[in-house]
């Protein structure tokens, strides 16, 4: 039986407590605009019972217009993973479902699908002490479920996976695992540490004790090593990512510091000469950021959907260099 996270919030002082085999409680709709008449995206919230977790999770599921008006035909599909304290709706609530409508209407991204599951304060790993399967819960059940229900090409170039802040690093931490699974990786402010948990940010060092279940109390090594993107980027074949894009960006004054680490990626990455698209952008860390950049990362993924795996920096930046912007 799942047991509850144990990571406290901070604005509300109570346990992220949930626990297996029952429906997370729905939230409120989202309070966003209204859609223009001529765009006919639809947002729906679903659960999905997973095995891994022995639970029904919620997720949010955009639909593009095309969706209804071509029947007969399959579609790209991105799973989005979101930060911490988020849910389900994090996707609708930030209007990012308002600027896929107009990118898709413009021409500039192909119409996708895509997936937000509630992913409570997880950090999207299989715990290391069993009781939480996040990504098995990711990469397994949802993908199914989802691939069941909707008309979904299930090929991997036609799955992408991409993430804001604690998602961000979900995102990039199950695609370098599981790359086999995935044609696109994106991140914005991924939440990246240091190789050695020793060498956190000190004031992210609080978060430590909260992790105990996650990573365990003391912090794993081993286990904390296999889940780092940084580490796992100076220790992996090259090879082993061939087919796989990647594309995250950082504002350059990221209040937890993430734009260092999201930095040493990208320096670890180009030291192992593993492609990829990094861009250090002006701002910080929260929504704003994000919904200036997000479009940068939707390009990203559309071109790889539309195919055109070789020229996938045209969507989002400098491939393999880092790039001040703004």
Request: hydrophobic share 40%; aromatic share 10%; net charge neutral.
């Amino acid at each position: 039986m799942l047991r509850s996270l144990g990571l406290v919030a901070v604005v509300t002082g109570t346990a992220v407590a949930w626990c297996g085999a029952r429906e997370d409680t729905p939230t409120a709709p989202p309070a966003v605009a209204a859609k223009p008449a001529a765009a006919v995206s639809t947002m729906e919230y679903i659960t999905v019972d997973s095995k891994a977790l022995d639970a029904k999770i919620r997720v949010g599921i955009y639909l593009p217009a095309a969706y209804a008006s071509r029947p007969d035909a399959k579609f790209p599909c991105l799973y989005f993973l979101h930060g911490m304290f988020g849910d389900e709706r994090k996707w609708q609530q930030r209007e990012t479902d308002l600027v896929l409508d107009e990118l898709i209407e413009k021409g500039e991204v192909p119409p996708m699908i895509v997936a937000c599951p509630a992913g409570h304060n997880s950090m999207y790993v299989n715990w290391v002490n069993g009781q939480g399967r996040w990504m098995d819960f990711i990469t397994v059940d949802l993908v199914n479920a989802l691939e069941s229900k909707y008309r979904i090409d299930g090929r991997r170039e036609m799955r992408g996976i991409s993430g804001d802040s604690m998602g961000g690093y979900g995102a990039l931490n199950i695609a370098m695992q599981k790359p086999e699974l995935y044609g696109s990786a994106s991140a914005h402010s991924a939440a990246l540490f240091p190789a050695d948990p020793a060498q956190v940010n000190p004031r992210l060092k609080r978060w430590a004790k909260q992790w105990g279940e996650v990573f365990g109390d003391p912090i794993d090594l081993k286990f904390w090593q296999q889940n780092n993107p940084i580490h796992r980027a100076s220790t992996i074949d090259a090879k082993a990512l061939d087919g796989l894009a990647l594309y995250f960006d950082c504002g350059e004054r990221d209040e937890f510091g993430f734009d260092k680490t999201c930095s040493l990626l990208h320096d670890t990455l180009e030291k192992s000469k593993i492609p990829h698209t990094y861009e250090l952008r002006g701002g910080d860390h929260g929504a704003t950021y994000f919904r200036d950049n997000v479009g940068h990362s939707l390009r990203f993924h559309g071109v790889t959907f539309t195919g055109a795996t070789g020229d996938a920096t045209k969507a989002g930046g400098k491939s393999g260099g880092a790039k001040k912007d703004g």
